[in-house]
């Protein structure tokens, strides 16, 4: 992809100073405007127990980036335990998550492409797992099916036959996993998820997700916003039970036994809670300066529309660069986005068109 030395200028044309920049869901005011249901979204709404904070009082997290355990001449080396971690989403109260490293999200991890990046994963949960680097060019042996998973410590492999690499998981014992991922594709933004068979909705549900970013020389030329103004953004849903919990409708909470959900939840699971990088209708201050974003949709049912208000008095609210496969040929402008489960949409956005102390805060598109 190319972006024209007029259009990239015209982009770059800002200043610096401070705007105030809320992400929230439809009836909550923000960034992003959440449908319930009725547009779009697949699935039945499950309303918390817990007390839900005020829209745009907790900062945005970002992600950690994960740094690797080692290199060599070819290849990058990490290591990833997965376990059970405690984290205070909602104030005041602590929520058990699944997570990699014991985070939600999990760490985010950044490539070079052409260079093999190697992550070693290691269950430390109750139940199986699986890896799969969603939109990843990957070997079939590395790619994360649902079956070949990797067990728990001291865990037994369910009974889904034998498959591939993993025919011998009746033995006890500890299980790691080093998945190998060549990278020869072009730049883009990748998640990584669980992907067991029959749990991979409560699983993700429970934490299991990250983004995974590949780099490149031709994405480098482009002189996109980096650093501080390259941010990735998770959007879900989220419902909690009265003590701060992840409430999902499994029919085996314990995720070890009966696989599905309560009957009113079989086309998805919508939560009234909408977590952006982890935290509820989160807030950012950012500069009147061009920022990246790297949009990912991991809810379980529900779709969203993306909008900005007030738009900016001049072009378009997003300038699209790069979808799930990666960089766009040419930038698309947009001034709403709908994004489905799964999907990742790469945008720019110019905020030197607001004046400073402005906050942006949604519409719902017609």
């Given at each position: 992809?190319?972006?024209?030395?007029?259009?990239?200028?015209?982009?770059?044309?800002?200043?610096?100073?401070?705007?105030?920049?809320?992400?929230?869901?439809?009836?909550?005011?923000?960034?992003?405007?959440?449908?319930?249901?009725?547009?779009?979204?697949?699935?039945?709404?499950?309303?918390?127990?817990?007390?839900?904070?005020?829209?745009?009082?907790?900062?945005?997290?970002?992600?950690?980036?994960?740094?690797?355990?080692?290199?060599?001449?070819?290849?990058?080396?990490?290591?990833?335990?997965?376990?059970?971690?405690?984290?205070?989403?909602?104030?005041?109260?602590?929520?058990?998550?699944?997570?990699?490293?014991?985070?939600?999200?999990?760490?985010?991890?950044?490539?070079?492409?052409?260079?093999?990046?190697?992550?070693?994963?290691?269950?430390?949960?109750?139940?199986?797992?699986?890896?799969?680097?969603?939109?990843?060019?990957?070997?079939?042996?590395?790619?994360?099916?649902?079956?070949?998973?990797?067990?728990?410590?001291?865990?037994?492999?369910?009974?889904?036959?034998?498959?591939?690499?993993?025919?011998?998981?009746?033995?006890?014992?500890?299980?790691?996993?080093?998945?190998?991922?060549?990278?020869?594709?072009?730049?883009?933004?990748?998640?990584?998820?669980?992907?067991?068979?029959?749990?991979?909705?409560?699983?993700?549900?429970?934490?299991?997700?990250?983004?995974?970013?590949?780099?490149?020389?031709?994405?480098?030329?482009?002189?996109?916003?980096?650093?501080?103004?390259?941010?990735?953004?998770?959007?879900?849903?989220?419902?909690?039970?009265?003590?701060?919990?992840?409430n999902y409708p499994s029919l085996d909470p314990s995720l070890k036994g009966e696989p599905g959900v309560?009957?009113?939840?079989m086309s998805g699971v919508l939560g009234d809670c909408i977590l952006v990088n982890g935290a509820p209708?989160?807030?950012?201050?950012?500069?009147?300066?061009?920022?990246?974003?790297?949009?990912?949709?991991?809810?379980?049912?529900?779709?969203?529309?993306?909008?900005?208000?007030?738009?900016?008095?001049?072009?378009?609210?997003?300038?699209?660069?790069?979808?799930?496969g990666g960089l766009l040929a040419k930038p698309m402008k947009h001034d709403k986005i709908e994004v489905?489960?799964?999907?990742?949409?790469?945008?720019?956005?110019?905020?030197?068109?607001?004046?400073?102390?402005?906050?942006?805060?949604?519409?719902?598109?017609?």
């Amino acid at each position: 992809m190319k972006l024209s030395r007029k259009e990239f200028l015209r982009l770059s044309l800002a200043g610096g100073a401070g705007l105030f920049l809320p992400f929230g869901a439809s009836g909550c005011g923000g960034l992003f405007s959440g449908n319930n249901g009725a547009q779009g979204s697949a699935g039945a709404l499950l309303k918390s127990a817990a007390k839900l904070p005020e829209p745009f009082t907790i900062p945005l997290p970002i992600p950690p980036v994960l740094e690797p355990v080692h290199t060599d001449a070819s290849a990058d080396y990490y290591a990833i335990t997965q376990k059970v971690g405690r984290a205070e989403i909602l104030p005041g109260l602590k929520t058990e998550v699944w997570g990699y490293n014991g985070i939600f999200p999990g760490p985010t991890i950044e490539s070079r492409r052409g260079r093999q990046t190697v992550i070693r994963h290691r269950n430390e949960l109750p139940v199986p797992t699986v890896v799969h680097l969603h939109g990843g060019k990957t070997p079939p042996e590395h790619d994360g099916y649902p079956t070949d998973v990797v067990m728990p410590i001291g865990g037994r492999k369910p009974g889904h036959g034998n498959h591939g690499r993993h025919a011998e998981l009746d033995v006890i014992g500890e299980r790691t996993f080093d998945y190998k991922y060549p990278l020869d594709q072009p730049a883009a933004t990748l998640w990584y998820h669980d992907h067991r068979m029959d749990f991979t909705g409560p699983q993700v549900y429970k934490g299991l997700a990250g983004f995974h970013l590949i780099q490149d020389d031709e994405e480098e030329v482009l002189g996109l916003p980096s650093g501080e103004r390259d941010i990735p953004l998770m959007i879900c849903d989220r419902s909690f039970t009265e003590d701060g919990s992840f409430n999902y409708p499994s029919l085996d909470p314990s995720l070890k036994g009966e696989p599905g959900v309560e009957p009113e939840y079989m086309s998805g699971v919508l939560g009234d809670c909408i977590l952006v990088n982890g935290a509820p209708w989160p807030v950012l201050e950012v500069t009147n300066t061009l920022y990246r974003f790297r949009l990912l949709n991991a809810s379980n049912a529900r779709r969203y529309q993306l909008a900005l208000d007030p738009p900016p008095r001049e072009g378009a609210s997003f300038v699209q660069v790069g979808s799930d496969g990666g960089l766009l040929a040419k930038p698309m402008k947009h001034d709403k986005i709908e994004v489905a489960q799964a999907e990742r949409f790469d945008v720019i956005v110019d905020f030197s068109s607001y004046p400073v102390g402005t906050e942006v805060i949604p519409s719902t598109p017609v």
